[in-house]
């Protein structure tokens, strides 16, 4: 059974801390991603990458960035987390395949403060 | 802007009603798919379909679309309470991958 796993459910941080937010499939899915989700604004792509070491920015990589040293594992770091990154975090996977078909994580629900 | 964008941002209907909502978009598309959220949950795939087909089926959905309008629509038949959820067109931009995601309809099933 497809499986992506996210590292927390509910998080939250203060002004300013560093936060990572981490996200495992175990279907060998080439391609992972991560958007963020706000009420009225729906997913909004933040990064992407199609392979090991690779990354490429999405709509919104301001304030963020990412780490795929693995194949299973792709990471989201904010770098200085501010209240306006306070949002519902979605890690997905697919295989390479034109239009492949998207696997979510459960999601993270991250509160700056 | 949005590549796509659902149409009605919600809908309210009695269990067994059918629901529909539609889906816009703006360029050209390999295929265009459809996710349902249960809420405060990820998103799960529900069907795709791809540029030249005109219609899907799958149990109790059915999805159409129509590239020179640049729409798709998902009907929901005999609709049950477990189907309240958003309802999430996605459609391809970058290498073909399903990048782009609209506001979603919110739909509630009444019991």
């Known amino acids: 059974d497809v499986k992506v796993t996210q590292s927390s459910r509910y998080l939250v941080k203060r002004t300013g801390e560093k936060v990572f937010l981490e996200c495992v499939q175990d279907?060998?899915?080439?391609?992972m991603f991560w958007y963020r989700q706000d009420p009225g604004l729906g997913l909004r792509l933040i990064y992407f990458s199609y392979d090991v070491k690779m990354k490429e920015k999405g709509d919104i990589p301001e304030g963020y960035s990412v780490s795929r040293e693995k194949k299973e594992r792709f990471s989201l770091i904010l770098e200085s987390a501010s209240t306006n990154q306070t949002s519902m975090y979605l890690c997905?996977?697919?295989?390479?395949?034109?239009?492949?078909?998207?696997?979510f994580g459960p999601g993270t629900r991250l509160l700056v403060l | 802007s949005q590549q796509g964008e659902e149409d009605p941002q919600a809908l309210s209907i009695q269990e067994g009603e059918n629901a529909t909502m539609n889906c816009s978009y703006k360029t050209s598309i390999n295929n265009l798919q459809w996710y349902r959220q249960n809420s405060g949950r990820g998103l799960v795939h529900l069907i795709l379909?791809?540029?030249?087909?005109r219609e899907k089926h799958s149990g109790r959905l059915r999805v159409t679309l129509d590239t020179s309008k640049k729409s798709s629509s998902l009907l929901i038949t005999a609709s049950r309470a477990a189907d309240t959820a958003s309802y999430f067109c996605a459609t391809g931009r970058y290498y073909g991958q399903n990048f782009v995601f609209g506001p979603g309809t919110r739909l509630s099933v009444l019991p």
């Open positions: 279907m060998d899915h080439e391609n």
């Open positions: 379909i791809r540029s030249n087909e």
């Open positions: 997905a996977s697919s295989f390479a395949q034109r239009g492949g078909t998207q696997y």
